[in-house]
C-alpha cells in the first residue's frame, strides 16, 4: 500500500485508497420494514482484508446504512453503529485509522433535525461519536450546502469541534465552489482551522470538477477524497454485455435499488462504456483498474492528493482495487481515454 499526505495544507497521511461504506455487503433477508438488511459476517470479513491490505482510510456518514438509498428516518446512522461495533470486534487500534464521516442530512423531522446549524452539528457529533464508539473522528464533512445558516456560524463551529478534541480536520462535500471559497476566506479572517479535505464526485465519465473544484484544491491546498470513482459501478463493465452491446443488471448488484445509476444507462454512456472495457482489455487489466489508475494519474497531473473511495461487496473487490496501484498509465494512454470520453 502506498500513503500521502492528503492535503498540502496538513500533515494527515492516509492510504491512496479509502474505503467507502454508503454499500456494503448485502444480506438476502429483510427487516420488519421491508428493507434488505446488511451481511453482518460479509462485512467484518471485509473490514479485515481492507485492515490487512494496509488501507487505513475510512469513510462514512451518519446518514447511511448499506443496503438502502435513500435512507428512511428509521434506517439512519446502522453503518456508523455497525463500523464502530465491527472494528472493536477486530481489535484495531484506533490511531492507526483515519476514520471520517459526515454531517448535514435529515436526521430527524423536527426543524433543527437537519443542516449545519451549531445546534444541529453539536448534537450530531455526539450522536455520531456514540455510534462509532470512539472519542473523535479524524475527518468531519459538512455533507451538503445549508443556505439557512450563516457561513461563519457553519465554520465557528467545525473550529470549535476541532478545538474540542471531537475533530481532527474539517471537510466539505458537495458544495458548490463559490461557497467553498467563501468558507474557506472566513476561516482564513478569524483564524479558524482550515477546509483540509473535499468530497466531491469524481470518475472518468463525471468529470465536472476539474473546472472549478480542483482549482479551489489547488488554490488553498486542499487534498480530495473523491466518491463514485467507478461512478457507481458503470466502470466496473459488470452492468455492460460488450458481446451484444446492451446493458444489463447484476442481480444483488446496486443497480437493482439504485434509481440514479439506472438514470446513466443511456446510449451515449453504452458506447463509451464498451470502448473503456476494450482499452482496458487490451492494456491486460480489468475495467475497475483502469478507473482508479485513471484517477490516480490525474492526481498526478493536477498536482493535488486525490484519493478514490472505493466501494466494495466481495473480498476480491479489494485485491482488484489493491492490483490498480500497480497500472501505469502513460500520457498517450490518457489522451486516447479522453478522446473516448468526449465521443457521443
Not at 54 to 81: M, Q
Not at 90 to 113: C, H, Q, Y
Request: charge should be neutral; include cysteine; proline fraction near 5%.
Amino acid at each position: 500500500m502506498k500513503y500521502v499526505r492528503i492535503s498540502h495544507n496538513s500533515g494527515l497521511k492516509v492510504s491512496v485508497l479509502c474505503l467507502g461504506t454508503w454499500y456494503l455487503p448485502r444480506s438476502n433477508t429483510k427487516d420488519s420494514f421491508g428493507i434488505y438488511e446488511v451481511d453482518v459476517d460479509g462485512t467484518k470479513r471485509l473490514l479485515k482484508k481492507v485492515i490487512d491490505a494496509g488501507i487505513n482510510f475510512i469513510d462514512t456518514a451518519n446518514r447511511y446504512h448499506g443496503a438502502v438509498a435513500p435512507v428512511p428516518l428509521t434506517h439512519v446512522g446502522y453503518v456508523e453503529k455497525l463500523l464502530g461495533k465491527l472494528l472493536k470486534e477486530l481489535n484495531v487500534d484506533r490511531e492507526s485509522l483515519v476514520i471520517a464521516t459526515k454531517v448535514g442530512g435529515d436526521m430527524a423531522s423536527w426543524p433543527n433535525g437537519t443542516g449545519l446549524s451549531r445546534k444541529h452539528v453539536m448534537w450530531q457529533i455526539r450522536e455520531s461519536l456514540s455510534r462509532l464508539q470512539m472519542s473523535y473522528v479524524d475527518i468531519y464533512y459538512a455533507h451538503r450546502f445549508d443556505p439557512e445558516t450563516p457561513k461563519r456560524e457553519v465554520m465557528s463551529t467545525f473550529n470549535d469541534l476541532v478545538r474540542m478534541g471531537l475533530v481532527r480536520y474539517i471537510g466539505m462535500s458537495n458544495i458548490p465552489a463559490p461557497d467553498l471559497v467563501e468558507y474557506q476566506m472566513i476561516a482564513d479572517e478569524y483564524g479558524y482551522e482550515p477546509i483540509t479535505v473535499l468530497q466531491y464526485r469524481y470518475n472518468w465519465l463525471d468529470r465536472s470538477i476539474e473546472s472549478d473544484i480542483i482549482p479551489v484544491a489547488k488554490r488553498f491546498g486542499m487534498g480530495l477524497a473523491v466518491y463514485s470513482p467507478l461512478a457507481q459501478g458503470l466502470l466496473t463493465g459488470k452492468y455492460v454485455d460488450v458481446k451484444t452491446g446492451k446493458w444489463v443488471i447484476p442481480p444483488g448488484s446496486r443497480g437493482e435499488i439504485s434509481e440514479g445509476l439506472r438514470t446513466m444507462f443511456t446510449d451515449e454512456n453504452l458506447k463509451k462504456l464498451i470502448k473503456f472495457v476494450e482499452f482496458a482489455q487490451s492494456k491486460g487489466v480489468t475495467p475497475t483498474q483502469l478507473a482508479i489508475a485513471w484517477i490516480l494519474k490525474k492526481s498526478e497531473e493536477f498536482n493535488t492528493p486525490i484519493i478514490p473511495i472505493i466501494g466494495a461487496t466481495k473480498e476480491n473487490h479489494i485485491d482488484e482495487a489493491v492490483e490498480a496501484l500497480k497500472v501505469n498509465l502513460t500520457s498517450d494512454d490518457m489522451k486516447a481515454l479522453d478522446e473516448i470520453s468526449k465521443q457521443s
